[in-house]
Nanobody, 126 residues
Framework: QVQLVESGGGLVQAGGSLRLSCAAS????????MGWFRQAAGKEREFVAG????????HYADAVKGRFTISRDNAKNTLYLEMNSLKPEDAAVYLC???????????????????WGQGTQVTVSS
């Protein structure tokens, strides 16, 4: 069993920045790929960014490419999402997720993750 707890969300003006964190516990953090998803009110959950077990491979949704950076610290069992140049359309609940089944070095972009956090709200004012 894996527990994931997100933090770092809040209210920010358009053009601003936020850094989200996801603290993991329960199993060896470096054994699973990680991802960030978001879900806005009335919309489906969408992939934002993913990172491989080692952190060497990353993948981003086109909507956030060049503005968001995913990273992980396996020694601290923590996943991060640095979000810059935020836009009102980035507002959503952001969730982190863990995938045990993906091959080492790979990144999962579908919602087929094994464990999910509860999410942290990001609000962007225009």
């Amino acid at each position: 069993q894996v527990q994931l707890v997100e933090s770092g969300g809040g209210l920010v003006q358009a053009g601003g920045s936020l850094r989200l964190s996801c603290a993991a516990s329960g199993r060896t953090f470096s054994n699973y790929a990680m991802g960030w998803f978001r879900q806005a009110a009335g919309k489906e959950r969408e992939f934002v960014a993913g990172i491989s077990r080692s952190g060497l491979s990353t993948h981003y949704a086109d909507a956030v490419k060049g503005r968001f950076t995913i990273s992980r610290d396996n020694a601290k069992n923590t996943l991060y999402l640095e979000m810059n140049s935020l836009k009102p359309e980035d507002a959503a609940v952001y969730l982190c997720a863990a995938d045990f089944r993906v091959n080492p070095g790979a990144v999962t972009t579908s919602p087929a993750y094994d464990y999910w956090g509860q999410g942290t709200q990001v609000t962007v004012s225009s």
